[in-house]
């Protein structure tokens, strides 16, 4: 067989084979999203949305069909709807406001109607890839631009004709403060700043469209994320001063690679509407933190200071996450979905970091 031939069959099949995966819609393909591509792209057909075209080239570099659009402008979210039976909704909310406007944007998306070229040529987001051929060649001459787009097959863990799944990353912040007590899921929301209400507020709006039942949601909320390149070494750099002890809030941690691993898990085996702390086993104020990644870098430890003259120096906004102490358990991600944390907590990460060595020989 000529070799231009045998190129040929190999990058056929293999597009066949992209085809026939299951399909995971990212929406917000960050830092953290990315490590789920990592973890997933052998395994699923992964689309990531984005607002900004010029990611499409790193997006198709690490095997993502990239999607344009914005969740500030609904009108550019119309190709979502039947896509994907699996989501991965990672975006942040917009930036003022309580209410959670990026969210109801992109709930209307995932759950409008399929468009009238798809409907008229049959197609659902689990008709088998063979029929989808099929039908979308009888369906030609009506096709429009946004419906280029066809899905195929559901991921093999969820139901044939089940509906469709979301996993939405919010944050502990919805709990506010609560005095450094260990609280579990069943604690009540009291957000204490804009940011938070926006998040009680995606949260509210996933609850009421699975309660619809135009979806089923899980929630995973999640505290400060950590890895080598998402560290407090440019704050420890700066000199930025952390609380002293008395005065100091208990935080709570994730390595970005556990948290990816966790998203991914609840995919398949999280229950409908179940909230799920993403955090692993660190006890840990936020100075302490501080103190530890500074150690394990060989650099100085943060300046202390008590809290009101952090009112007086800081800013509003380093000062807001100063104001909020908890302590989450995380026995739900145990226990229900069975995680197995590959870093159970901050120390574990650091002491695979080694300092840089000082002085002579």
Request: hydrophobic share 40%; proline share 6%; charged share 25%.
């Amino acid at each position: 067989m000529p070799a231009a031939v045998r190129g040929y069959n190999a990058s056929t099949m293999n597009a066949t084979r992209t085809l026939r995966r299951p399909r995971v819609l990212i929406v917000g393909c960050g830092d953290v999203g990315m490590r789920c591509v990592e973890q997933l792209q052998h395994r699923a057909h992964i689309f990531a949305l984005t607002s900004h075209a010029e990611r499409r080239v790193a997006l198709r570099a690490a095997g993502v069909t990239p999607l344009v659009g914005d969740l500030d402008q609904p009108h550019s979210l119309k190709r979502l709807a039947g896509l994907a039976p699996v989501v991965l909704h990672l975006a942040p909310p917009q930036k003022d406001g309580d209410d959670d406007t990026r969210t109801r944007a992109l709930l209307a998306a995932l759950t409008a109607p399929r468009t009238r070229a798809a409907a008229r040529a049959g197609l659902t987001a689990h008709t088998p890839i063979g029929r989808q051929r099929r039908l979308r060649g009888a369906a030609t001459s009506r096709k429009t631009a946004e419906t280029a787009i066809v899905p195929d097959a559901p991921p093999r863990a969820a139901p044939r004709r089940g509906p469709l799944r979301v996993v939405y990353a919010s944050t502990s912040g919805v709990y506010g403060d609560c005095g450094g007590a260990l609280i579990d899921e069943t604690q009540p929301v009291a957000p204490a700043n804009a940011r938070a209400k926006r998040r009680v507020s995606a949260e509210r709006q996933l609850r009421q469209a699975a309660a619809r039942g135009a979806l089923r949601a899980c929630i995973a909320r999640i505290p400060g994320i950590y890895a080598a390149n998402r560290l407090p070494l440019a704050r420890l750099a700066k000199r930025t001063p952390a609380l002293i002890d008395a005065d100091d809030v208990y935080t709570n941690h994730i390595h970005a690679d556990d948290l990816a691993a966790i998203l991914l898990r609840m995919t398949t085996h999280g229950s409908p509407s179940r909230v799920i702390h993403a955090s692993d086993d660190s006890t840990l104020k936020m100075g302490e933190y501080f103190d530890r990644v500074a150690d394990a870098y060989g650099v100085e430890r943060a300046p202390r200071i008590s809290r009101q003259a952090a009112e007086q120096q800081l800013e509003p906004m380093m000062l807001s996450f100063m104001r909020e102490s908890r302590q989450l358990a995380n026995r739900r991600l145990k226990r229900e979905l069975k995680v197995r944390l590959t870093y159970r907590d901050v120390d574990a990460f650091l002491r695979t970091v080694r300092a840089p060595r000082t002085g002579g020989n």
